[in-house]
T-cell receptor
Framework: AQSVAQPEDQVNVAEGNPLTVKCTYS??????LFWYVQYPNRGLQFLLK??????LVKGSYGFEAEFNKSQTSFHLKKPSALVSDSALYFC??????????????FGRGTSLIVHP | GAVVSQHPSRVICKSGTSVKIECRSL??????MFWYRQFPKQSLMLMAT?????????EQGVEKDKFLINHASLTLSTLTVTSAHPEDSSFYIC???????????FGDGTRLSIL
């Protein structure tokens, strides 16, 4: 079984400060991990993914995420937040194990609010 | 690249009407398409998964006869909400994927309002 948790419903950060949106996962094999962003009344946009390789993954709009196998985490980060980064962020996981579901599981979402 | 077009973006109709939502992958062939429902301030609820030319796989609790899904080609899937009622009002989002290792590409969603 696969699952993903986003422990924070909302994250508040001041513009210019670094931001972190947390995500932890559980899979039986190796994970495929994804981050998406959703702006109001829009679909989700893909930000970045981890399949294999370097633990630090760089994605769109200056975002990056660090895969930590021992902590089963894949936190989303950005060194300097912008007001325009305010949106809903979703983490998703798919189990790489043989027989694992090809359907990703999404977290409940974290609302990021960047204050001017 | 990897653009998914979802139409219409907004529908307002009377109770009892059937509503069809289209999801097209414009510049790629989608082996799998997904349909989600999203309530305000809540996460995505997967309704069904469809592969071209085969019957959709519905998630537990989703009525097959209520939410008809057709995946006629590698670039088009449709969701028909039959005899819609106010409780069907929601934001419906489709997505498409080219494979297990690949991210999903989402449409912009359809806001369905049943009066």
């Amino acid at each position: 079984a696969q699952s993903v948790a986003q422990p924070e419903d909302q994250v508040n950060v001041a513009e210019g400060n670094p931001l972190t949106v947390k995500c932890t996962y559980s899979v039986s094999g190796n994970p495929y991990l994804f981050w998406y962003v959703q702006y109001p009344n829009r679909g989700l946009q893909f930000l970045l993914k981890y399949i294999t390789g370097d633990n630090l993954v760089k994605g769109s709009y200056g975002f990056e995420a660090e895969f930590n196998k021992s902590q089963t985490s894949f936190h989303l980060k950005k060194p300097s937040a912008l007001v325009s980064d305010s949106a809903l962020y979703f983490c998703a996981v798919r189990d790489h194990a043989s027989g694992g579901s090809y359907i990703p599981t999404f977290g409940r979402g974290t609302s990021l609010i960047v204050h001017p | 690249g990897a653009v998914v077009s979802q139409h219409p973006s907004r529908v307002i109709c009377k109770s009892g009407t059937s509503v069809k939502i289209e999801c097209r992958s414009l510049d790629f062939q989608a082996t799998t398409m997904f349909w989600y429902r999203q309530f305000p301030k809540q996460s995505l609820m997967l309704m069904a998964t469809s592969n071209e030319g085969s019957k959709a796989t519905y998630e537990q609790g989703v009525e097959k006869d209520k939410f008809l899904i057709n995946h006629a080609s590698l670039t088009l899937s449709t969701l028909t909400v039959t005899s819609a009622h106010p409780e069907d009002s929601s934001f419906y989002i489709c997505s498409a994927s080219t494979g297990r290792h690949q991210p999903q590409h989402f449409g912009d969603g359809t806001r369905l309002s049943i009066l």
